[in-house]
């Protein structure tokens, strides 16, 4: 028969296709196979009205047979299968799919189209083939015809239809591979254990049976012996036929066909994790989307987590079919951690199955997955403490990360999962956990920030918030300034930075003391302010110190740990973000009373007293200091 021509824009879409759309050509392994799968699902479907089919479910099956010698791989279904005519349509236009035009004929009928799922939409997926093969045959015969047809076409240039026999129903896609060269091992598609290797990466929960034949090595005596009379053995090859697909996914088995403790085994081989996961999120949706998931919380970050080499995504699969090996499109960036799969038959897909159109349903499903996982940690830091500390200890900053992200467009979310270390010794402890713990008295939730817990804890500025009976928080990250700036407070409480902002525990009679007490020594704060002229902005007696000579505060929006952040990073402009300082003196301590006598007496060692005090509140506060050698010889002056 003459070869026909595929029309003009079907020739320019081929020729794409085989040379661009795709971006791994191993996929066409999956693409066969979802058409055979497609195949089968008509036929069953059929049967279920029409006797005369005469098969069960059991009977159908995906045949894969490799032959090295002349270099083809054949794709064998017993589903439907096509006619001459469905040839012309379904192979010789591109995009026209008979499993598309199968479901819009169903659509007059809600209830039974519920029951079908097919997943083939587009017809392009065949021509995949192409970017392995040289040349492809289809030999198929249509369910209820006698005869068969022939299709065969060498890529672009136009194909052939003629008839041919073939016993059974059914169809078979033979691929001729294309010669190897120095970069392209098309051969390599020829071994069996890299099909079966293909099956299970793509097509592992396809509900057909796979089989192919595989070579087994064994043992088996030769029915002789040896002079001890033993029997000999010998190795042998035997070829049997295989199932090298599972079929039912576990995310699609009910809690009583799985239990967690499968699920946990399924998460460490599929993402190679030593670790079973902290956590195990299983949704069953129905309704406007339909779809399955099954996620995990990992028990600790991999090794580039917080790097840019760092791929985010869950798996998607339609109806078992692998599409997207991570797509970052299902999960926010602050959950970027979890890992796991979502099946869907509802997702529209592209003409290459491996870009996702940012439709409706994928939103929803994002959306919805968002909160599963938001509602999975809150029970998580509700019902196991310890098992929250070691999610937190991974994954914690990713957390602040979120809050801070986008401007704070997740703060809501996430606010509630944000944990620290605290005064009251109970581990760590969530703002909610604070606040209700909190006396009617307390009008602010108090926090201090520094480089560790005990650094935080020995801050002079925490002693008065510890006298008042109230707790306070220990905010030990760069990121954790920022997280409170913008949720700005918790429960209609505001946060309070112990070294920043006026802690409101001071009585009037206090003030009015510190107040008398600031302007009997105004001459000499002006002093020690024009002493320490550049360093600091102003000098003040404290209403916030109790035992301690004196502390470092800040005024305005930067702060230690603002200034701190930005210096830390390199190459940064930090000239204007430096911090307000303020020297806060304690005015009833020995400290003060010795500036006060050097003032009077000997103003030499009173400015090395205001250097020494000044020094000394940087190193409370946990900065750097500028001269470290001059203030070692300032001290030694004293003596």
């Not at 290797?197 to 070579?215: F, G, N």
């Amino acid at each position: 028969m003459a070869k026909k021509q595929f029309q003009a824009e079907s020739r320019r879409l081929l020729d794409m296709m085989i040379n661009s759309i795709y971006t791994h050509r191993e996929i066409f392994l999956r693409e066969i196979i979802s058409n055979a799968s497609d195949a089968i699902d008509k036929l069953c479907y059929l049967s279920l009205t029409d006797e005369g089919v005469g098969m069960s479910r059991e009977d159908f099956r995906i045949r894969i047979t490799l032959d090295k010698e002349n270099r083809t791989i054949t794709v064998s279904d017993n589903g439907i299968g096509m006619t001459a005519e469905e040839m012309e349509e379904n192979l010789g236009v591109i995009a026209n799919s008979g499993s598309f035009q199968f479901r819009k004929d169903m659509a007059a009928d809600k209830a039974e189209q519920a029951d079908v799922d097919i997943i083939g939409q587009f017809g392009v997926g065949f021509y995949s083939a192409f970017m392995v093969s040289d040349k492809v045959t289809v030999i198929s015969r249509k369910y209820g015809t006698d005869g068969g047809a022939r299709w065969e076409s060498e890529g672009a240039d136009g194909y052939s239809v003629e008839p041919c026999e073939r016993e059974k129903p059914g169809t078979d896609v033979v691929m001729h591979l294309k010669p190897d060269a120095d970069e392209d091992r098309y051969g390599e598609y020829l071994d069996t254990w890299r099909i079966k290797e293909l099956v299970k990466k793509y097509s592992d929960y396809v509900r057909w049976p796979i089989v192919m034949d595989v070579e087994h090595y064994e043992q088996k005596e030769t029915g002789e012996t040896d002079a001890d009379g033993k029997p000999k053995t010998e190795y042998v090859t035997e070829t049997r036929e295989e199932t090298v697909n599972s079929q039912v996914p576990i995310w699609q088995r009910s809690r009583g066909e799985a239990t967690d403790e499968e699920c946990k085994q399924f998460y460490k081989d599929k993402f190679h994790d030593f670790e079973e996961p902290l956590a195990v999120i299983r949704v069953n949706a129905e309704g406007a989307v339909t779809y399955r998931a099954m996620l995990f919380i990992p028990a600790k970050a991999p090794y580039d987590f917080y790097t840019r080499d760092y791929q985010p995504g869950l798996q998607l699969y339609s109806s078992g079919v692998l599409i997207m090996d991570r797509c970052a499109d299902l999960l926010p960036d602050c959950f970027r951690f979890v890992r796991g799969v979502v099946d869907s038959p509802d997702l529209s897909l592209n003409i290459s199955r491996e870009l996702l159109q940012h439709d409706r349903q994928l939103k929803v499903i994002a959306g919805n997955l968002e909160k599963k996982i938001k509602s999975e940690l809150k029970k998580l830091l509700d019902n196991d403490k310890e098992g929250y500390a070691k999610f937190w200890k991974a994954f914690g900053m990713q957390i602040k990360y979120g809050v801070v992200s986008d401007y704070g467009m997740k703060k809501d979310l996430l606010k509630d999962l944000l944990v620290y270390e605290n005064s009251f010794g109970d581990g760590l402890m969530s703002l909610d956990e604070y606040t209700k713990k909190m006396p009617d008295s307390q009008k602010m939730i108090y926090y201090a920030a520094a480089e560790n817990a005990k650094r935080a804890a020995a801050l002079p500025q925490t002693e008065q918030v510890r006298d008042a009976g109230f707790g306070i928080l220990y905010m030990t990250d760069d990121a954790d300034d920022f997280v409170l700036r913008l949720l700005d407070g918790y429960n209609d409480k505001k946060f309070c930075n112990v070294s920043a902002d006026d802690l409101g525990l001071e009585t009037d009679l206090e003030k009015a003391d510190t107040e008398k007490k600031a302007e009997e020594n105004k001459d000499l704060l002006d002093f020690v302010k024009e002493t320490l002229a550049g360093e600091v902005t102003d000098v003040r007696l404290s209403h916030k110190l109790k035992t301690h000579p004196v502390c470092l505060t800040t005024e305005g929006e930067i702060t230690l740990e603002v200034e701190k952040y930005f210096e830390s990073l390199p190459g940064a402009e930090t000239e204007n973000l430096k911090a307000k300082k303020v020297l806060e003196l304690n005015g009833s301590h020995p400290a003060f009373a010795a500036l006060q006598k050097a003032y009077g007496e000997d103003s030499e060692r009173a400015k090395r007293l205001a250097k020494i005090l000044l020094a000394q509140a940087k190193l409370i506060a946990g900065l750097s200091l500028d001269d470290p050698a001059g203030y070692a010889e300032l001290v030694c002056q004293l003596f």
